[in-house]
């Protein structure tokens, strides 16, 4: 289950007034103590701003402790505990009871509660993940629906638009913006912020279901809430301080980089892009009042979401500035943002620009395109809309389309990362040798400098410089060595190949069903790392003692198998892929194979070529735009 990762507590005033309800269907005076409340949860002091309100719906039979003595005020309410909560607020009100709950063998807890809720329209459809935190618009959403419509009468004033981050045309406004009017929401600023996409605690839910039920604890007064935007040195003031500075280490001790990355709250939750905290062996952060956090347990991947291009990071520390998340769904065409980060290592760097498509799609994945200015090491940075909000995390831009043409992972995204990850072990970006979809290119993985390389048919001989390993930071370069050679074979494996064959260190060789790799070491002649990557012979089916040319050479049959005069014949249009030279360059290294694998060149002439082994006879006739292979077996 994915854990919601921000939390931050609406503030509610307390306001007492005298109300004369309208009555829709059902009545507030169903609403009765019908538990003894004894002070018995020791996590609810009377001081607390929420005490009156876990009271209250204790008493009202609404909410329960988590155990006799516990209420756990700061738990966040989940889904499936929200339409409970909903549907005990609707039967009470319009039946003066509790509903029937019966669970099925086998069933559910909530099921029943779902079935109801379903069936009284408080949910127009199921959801997913029932016991994952309920976010804000997803309470306001269900618990608008709790009792009647003209249940919720206004109360105060507050202007379509009026609320910064709750956009008219987003699908739970409607039930904000009723809640808000009903006095039983406020918001947690001056500005009235909602904060859609955060969780909501226990103290929070106490605080909602008694104002629901209870009209005189509802507001009453016109919310001044502060709709002016914010001027770019206010972004700069409020929302720099949160934002750092990421120099990326290789393994072999050098610095690779920089990116950027922002706190999402005080303990050190934070975000950056995966291609950053994926780039080397050690993360250093640097924050904007000059704390460098360089140790290696100073910084932990928590977990990662690859295709989306975000990390989730814990950063060692307590007491750090941190980003609000807005609504990056919200965002609009033309829209002033501005972002702030580390190009080119110049820290604290802000820029603005406009959302140019608030939901551009390139290759399967939704991105706010925006024509603020980013550069290398703005990736992981924040995207911050007008009100100080952070709406996305800057992560790339087009090559030679000028500097206007960038792009920023929706804020929204984040919510999938789950801060109770512990599966991350070892990251890596996709950088594979070329010809391969699996053999990750150890030089782009270390960054250990490449003396030189060899082809052969079936893959190439990479040889790397041993001694381009460096002393940084707390590690000598051996430990680097040691590091970077075992973090590779992890990789390897975490990329699913499996050792066949183990040497020093782990080195061996590799392999999966179409690949393998073979690394090893000279550390006292050459002084080389050596990494051979080879492809698997693929065979035809008819024959398979004979290597398979489409395969070996990318091209697909155009036409065959198919029998000829006792032959079985494939086609290939070899002019859809290579030119002649290349044709015969591939074929070259093709003959190779064949005479490795037992088969005898018999001749050939004018682009025929005759092979025969494992009593087969081959014949590769060159053509105009097609590639004929005919096959006799004897």
């Known amino acids: 289950m994915k854990k919601k990762i921000i939390s931050i507590t609406l503030v509610f005033v307390l306001c007492f007034c005298l109300y004369t309800p309208v009555f829709a269907t059902g009545t507030y005076s169903n609403f009765t103590a019908k538990n003894n409340y004894s002070s018995q949860f020791t996590d609810v002091e009377s001081a607390h701003w929420f005490a009156k309100y876990v009271e209250k719906a204790f008493e009202y039979g609404l909410l329960q402790g ?11 309410i989940t889904i499936a505990q929200t339409i409970a909560l909903a549907v005990r607020l609707h039967s009470v009100f319009t039946t003066g009871a509790e509903p029937d709950v019966i669970v099925a063998p086998g069933g559910n807890w909530y099921d029943p509660y779902v079935s109801y809720a379903l069936s009284n329209d408080l949910i127009s459809s199921s959801y997913k993940k029932y016991n994952s935190a309920a976010l804000r618009s997803e ?3 269900i618990l608008s ?7 919720f009468d206004q109360r105060r004033v507050i202007n379509d638009g009026a609320i910064p981050d709750v956009a008219m045309s987003a699908s739970y406004s409607a039930s904000v913006y009723l809640l808000y009017r009903a006095g039983v929401l406020s918001g947690n600023d001056s500005s009235g912020t909602f904060n859609p996409n955060s969780t909501v605690r226990r103290s929070e839910i106490a605080a909602i279901c008694v104002r629901i039920a209870d009209p005189s604890e509802r507001f009453s007064d016109n919310l001044e809430i502060n709709t002016g935007k914010l001027t ?30 922002f706190f999402i709250s005080s303990d050190g939750y934070a975000i950056t892009n995966y291609h950053v905290a994926a780039a080397g062996l050690v993360l250093v952060v640097t924050t904007l009042d000059g704390k460098v956090f360089d140790r290696i347990d100073d910084i932990i991947i928590i977990d990662t979401d690859k295709k989306n291009d975000l990390a989730l990071i814990k950063v060692n520390g307590t007491g750090f500035p941190y980003l609000e998340p807005g609504d990056s769904s919200a965002a609009k065409q033309g829209q002033q943002v501005y972002a702030i980060g580390s190009p080119i290592g110049l820290e604290s760097t802000l820029s603005q620009g ?11 994945v939704e991105f706010v395109q925006i024509s603020v200015p980013i550069a290398h090491g703005s990736s992981g940075g924040a995207l911050i809309d007008e009100f100080g909000k952070v709406i996305g995390v800057t992560t790339a831009g087009f090559m030679n389309a000028g500097a206007d043409l960038n792009l920023a992972v929706p804020i929204n995204r984040v919510q999938n990362l789950d801060r109770g990850s512990t599966n991350i072990d070892v990251l890596w970006n996709d950088n594979y040798y070329p010809g391969f979809s699996q053999a990750l290119d150890f030089g782009a993985f270390s960054g250990v400098r490449l003396m030189s390389w060899e082809r052969y048919p079936l893959g190439c001989i990479f040889e790397y410089d041993a001694t381009d390993f460096h002393d940084a930071l707390f590690w000598e370069d051996s430990d680097f060595f040691a590091r970077s050679l075992g973090h590779y074979c992890l990789a390897l494996v975490c990329g699913g190949f499996v050792q066949t064959r183990s040497d020093d260190f782990g080195m061996g060789r590799y392999e999966t069903d179409s690949e393998w790799i073979e690394i090893s070491y000279d550390l006292r002649g ?22 398979d040319l489409g395969w070996y050479a990318g091209m697909e049959v155009y036409e065959g198998p198919y029998e000829i005069n006792r032959s079985i014949a494939y086609n290939y249009r070899w002019r859809d892929y290579y030119n ?34 494992h009593r087969l006879s081959v014949v590769f006739g060159i053509y105009d735009r097609t590639l004929n292979v005919d096959i006799v077996a004897y």
């Open 139 to 141: 309470v306001a959403v």
């Open 580 to 613: 002649y030279s290349e044709l015969i360059y591939m074929l070259s290294d093709y003959f190779d194979i064949l005479e490795s694998r037992g088969f005898t060149f018999i001749g050939g002439h004018d682009g025929t070529f005759i092979f025969d082994g």
């Open 232 to 261: 770019a040195q206010q972004i700069s003031e409020k929302c720099a301080p949160a934002v750092f500075t990421i120099n990326i280490y290789s393994y072999n001790g050098r610095l690779r980089g920089t990116g950027s990355g």
């Open 526 to 547: 050459a002084w080389v790392i050596t990494v051979i990557a080879g492809h698997k012979l693929q065979f035809y089916n008819e024959f398979p003692m004979l290597p």
């Open 66 to 76: 988590v155990t006799e003595t516990r209420f756990a005020p700061n738990d966040n």
């Open 354 to 364: 406009i959302v140019s498509n608030s939901k551009r799609v390139i290759n399967g």
């Open 145 to 151: 629906k709790a009792l009647p419509y003209d249940a």
